[in-house]
């Protein structure tokens, strides 16, 4: 069928959904995104409360310079994002440690001499994953047109496919321990507390390239999304109407219907049912599972590691308490040196260069920490006191690690709202809440598009390469491919 003739539904407003109803709706097609929540951006929400505008989830811009996966969607979209870079990423605090993230390295190579050596080799291998990314990644690949694509790049970029190949199989750690470096503590913390806020998994686990990416951030650039990040959501909401397509909100669907391999359309729960030629799912495969009688089993049973959700708080803070910060964004490990469960926390404070995020006098204040969902859903099971109990053991852990940095902080609370996994579940339709993508243990056992349905295809953080903006945009610009091809092919 001719593009313009398509009719796509996509569920799902988040930024993988987004993205991909995008890019179809530019190349013509009729794109209508169902999203069940009243607006945009899912993990990359910002939403008001108390007078604050929060950012959910995702506090970081990237991706966002030159040639890089955000960059690249503005230009073809036609749009500029209202972003600019930060000087210092985040700062790195544990007990009387701070460390500025910049791309120059600077405060690391200073309290970590002997770790140069192993940047040198991070940015060499992270300029050729760039490289590789570049115009999109045909990875895990589907047929000889992809194998070909690949390998023009490889031969390309000849010496360095060769330099790339031994890290495919090794660990973050594996790589760590060839540079001496495994036996430093403070620096194993370090690379384990950055590795769990992007690869969703430590050293010990963490596949080396995809550590390498990750670990390049900094360098690469983080960006300040003006008005906060679901700036992005809204900007790709108005590139689809504006291309004649449409954001329904208040539309949550709950069925998918289907004959065999095909897909037909979708139901909502306010009754409504919309017909379409390819569904894209900006679900979870444990979300969709239930649609489309499953046809994988649980996420954590294929090996892909166990999956992590969030604790986070919302708060309506004095400005004051945080004096001049060098960076809108606080990496805290606590004095315990332990990662996730309330002992580090992530802190992303705006700024009085956004007077409208927060009233005057206040700032709007975002922390999150890394939970397994299952404690939290067995609490609720057990009674709502149980798992009052448990909202206050996490703020008070929380808390207590922004004290040690700031000792005055509960003084400067005005207002505070927690999530739970119990809320991030209802909020975002993935099953235990499990958001912030998948643990990057192995680049061959990652999942693409493809779901045993020929219309339909899934996007988002759930697929390759996985989490944050670029990753997820990425992954929709594959999906996106591989629609079209198989548009192609059906005539
Ligand atoms: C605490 C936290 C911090 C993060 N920090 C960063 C960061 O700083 N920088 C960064 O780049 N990334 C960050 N990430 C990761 C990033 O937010 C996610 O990878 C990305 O936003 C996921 O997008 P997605 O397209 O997979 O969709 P999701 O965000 O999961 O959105 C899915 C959407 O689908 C909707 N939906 C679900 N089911 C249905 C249904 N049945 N019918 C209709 N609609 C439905 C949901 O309401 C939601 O809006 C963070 C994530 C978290 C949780």
Redesign the pocket.
């Known amino acids: 069928m001719k593009l313009q003739d398509l009719n796509i539904v996509v569920?799902?407003?988040?930024?993988?959904?987004?993205?991909a109803g995008a890019l179809l709706a530019h190349k013509g097609a009729a794109v209508t995104v169902?999203?069940?929540?009243d607006y945009?951006?899912?993990?990359?929400?910002t939403f008001s409360r108390n007078g604050c505008h929060f950012d959910?989830?995702?506090?970081?811009?990237?991706?966002f310079h030159a040639g890089a996966p955000m960059e690249t969607l503005a230009k073809e979209l036609g749009i500029t994002w209202p972003v600019e870079p930060e000087a210092v990423a985040w700062q790195y605090r544990h007990r009387a440690l701070l460390l500025d993230l910049q791309p120059n390295r600077l405060d690391i190579l200073e309290r970590f001499p002997h770790s140069a050596p192993f940047w040198a080799e991070q940015h060499a291998l992270a300029k050729l994953l760039w490289h590789f990314s570049e115009g999109g990644l045909s990875w895990p690949v589907k047929g000889a047109s992809d194998l070909l694509r690949l390998a023009r790049k490889g031969i390309a970029g000849f010496s360095g496919t060769l330099h790339l190949l031994p890290f495919a199989r090794k660990t973050a750690h594996e790589w760590l321990a060839s540079h001496g470096l495994d036996t430093d503590p403070d620096f194993v913390r370090f690379i384990d507390a950055q590795l769990l806020?992007s690869v969703q998994t430590t050293s010990q686990h963490a596949n080396a390239i995809n550590a390498a990416i990750a670990l390049d951030l900094p360098v690469a650039g983080a960006y300040h999304v003006k008005g906060g990040?679901g700036t992005v959501s809204r900007m790709l909401v108005d590139s689809i109407e504006e291309n004649g397509g449409a954001v329904l909100y208040r539309?949550?669907?709950?069925r998918i219907d289907s004959v065999r391999w095909q897909v037909f359309g979708v139901e909502?729960s306010d009754g409504s049912a919309l017909a379409a030629d390819y569904v894209l799912a900006?679900?979870?495969p444990d979300?969709l599972a239930p649609?489309i009688e499953a046809e994988d089993e649980p996420v954590a049973e294929r090996g892909e590691g166990l999956l992590w959700s969030?604790y986070?708080l919302y708060l309506g803070m004095d400005p004051a308490l945080f004096g001049a910060l060098s960076s809108r964004?606080l990496q805290i490990i606590g004095s315990s040196g332990e990662l996730a469960e309330g002992h580090s926390i992530?802190v992303?404070v705006s700024f009085p260069d956004e007077p409208d995020r927060a009233p005057a006098g206040l700032c709007a204040v975002t922390i999150?920490t890394h939970t397994r969902p299952e404690q939290w859903f067995e609490a609720k099971k057990r009674g709502e006191s149980v798992y009052s109990e448990l909202k206050s053991l996490y703020t008070e852990r929380v808390l207590h690690v922004l004290s040690e940095q700031f000792p005055d902080a509960r003084n400067a609370i005005r207002s505070i709202t927690a999530a739970t996994p119990v809320t991030?579940e209802r909020?975002?339709?993935?099953v235990h809440g499990c958001?912030?993508?998948y643990p990057q243990t192995s680049l061959f056992k990652v999942r693409g598009p493809l779901t045993r349905f020929d219309n339909m295809f899934l996007?988002?953080?759930?697929i390759f390469p996985?989490?944050?903006?670029?990753?997820?945009v990425t992954g929709?610009r594959r999906t996106v491919e591989l629609l079209l091809q198989r548009n192609a092919k059906v005539g």
């Not at 945009?40 to 929400?45: D, I, L, R």
């Not at 909020?427 to 993935?430: F, P, V």
Request: charged share 5%; net charge neutral; aromatic share 6%.
């Open positions: 569920i799902g407003a988040g930024i993988g959904g987004l993205a169902l999203e069940a929540q945009p951006g899912g993990s990359a929400a959910a989830g995702a506090t970081i811009g990237c991706g806020i990040i539309k949550q669907v709950i909502t900006n679900l979870t979300s649609f969030a986070t964004h992530f992303s999150s991030w909020y975002t339709g993935r958001v912030g993508g996007v988002g953080d759930s996985g989490q944050s903006l670029p990753g997820v929709a």
